[in-house]
């Protein structure tokens, strides 16, 4: 079997997979790391690496990994507590608001299937706001009652989760589609048929991703911890927000 059948023939596996809905992503998304070590297109295969093990700090975060959610606030005075207030975090200043207004996903694909699969929690999810931005933000918000944010999060639905989930099929079933009908076995030794080869793989890569890459701000989700800001360090948050 030559390399160029053996690499036709997984293009076919993964196309196969990736349009089946049964197949877990995670599955798929190893597959496809076969073919990124096979067509050596580095952003190709950082892009697998990352969705397989999870974006780390400073990495670019696809604009389909940050969601905007809804914000919502326990405020309390020395009479009662009042909880589930909407937050208009609009009207926070923008050092505070760039850090509740989306809230980025960086588990992987794996981590996300278990958020919304069939053993995960029901109803909304939520991500809370750090101890450093309720104390920042309690600032900007006045009531007539004299209550005060004492605690606040993030709330979304697992479908959203979902939807990051499907844009990652989505985007490596273009990636397929567009190098199905590339040649894309070795080059025979003295010809330039490999640049050729190795530039149409980059061009099909650089149209599917594109540039709109946002980098990734820090936030606990449920269990799985993707923050930034130490716990009771406000200084470290300011660092941050700069």
Known sequence: MSDEFTTAD???QLQ???IDSSVPLSDTMRMAKVLAATLKDERFREWVDSELNGYG????????????????GTFANAFRMIKNVSIPVSTLPKNIRKHVMHLPFVQNVRELEDLTGPNSADGTLESPWTPELVILASKHFKRHDGAVLVDARMQFAPNEVIGILEQVRNRLLDILLGLQDFELQDPAPGSNGGKASATKVTNVITNVFGDGNTVAAGHELKQISTQKVSKGNTESLLAVCV
């Open 57 to 72: 700090q400073g990495d670019e975060l696809p604009s389909y990994r940050r969601l905007r959610a809804e914000s919502l």
């Open 16 to 18: 196969n997979q990736v």
């Open 10 to 12: 997984l293009i076919r």
